[in-house]
Nanobody, 119 residues
């Protein structure tokens, strides 16, 4: 089994910053793609940012230039630095990791951390 533990969410004013962290532990040989998703009330979960094991990144257009995803492969941890936050960034943020174990890949999700941006 693998656990993903997120931290770093909270309440911030528009224009502020937050840094999310997600640490994976358990039966892990390696981790391929990792990502951050968010879900606002009444909306579908959407991919915000993703990063490959080699460090290639991708972002949804609405966060480009404001958010930065990074990872530490030695610590099995992914980060999301969020700057210039806007009220529309409000939602529950979930991390996702594609974990390699005994030659197979398994997707895992964190429990979510709430980000609230006030105007």
């Amino acid at each position: 089994q693998v656990q993903l533990v997120e931290s770093g969410g909270g309440l911030v004013q528009a224009g502020g910053s937050l840094r999310l962290s997600c640490a994976a532990s358990g039966n892990i040989f390696s981790i391929n793609d990792m990502g951050w998703y968010r879900q606002a009330p009444g909306k579908q979960r959407e991919l915000v940012a993703a990063i490959t094991r080699g460090g290639s990144t991708d972002y949804v257009d609405s966060v480009k230039g404001r958010f930065t995803i990074s990872r530490d492969n030695a610590l099995n941890t992914v980060y999301l630095q969020m700057n210039s936050l806007k009220p529309e960034d409000t939602g529950a943020y979930f991390c996702n990791a594609n974990v390699i174990w005994v030659g197979r890949e398994y997707p895992y999700w964190g429990q979510g951390t709430q980000v609230t941006v006030s105007s």
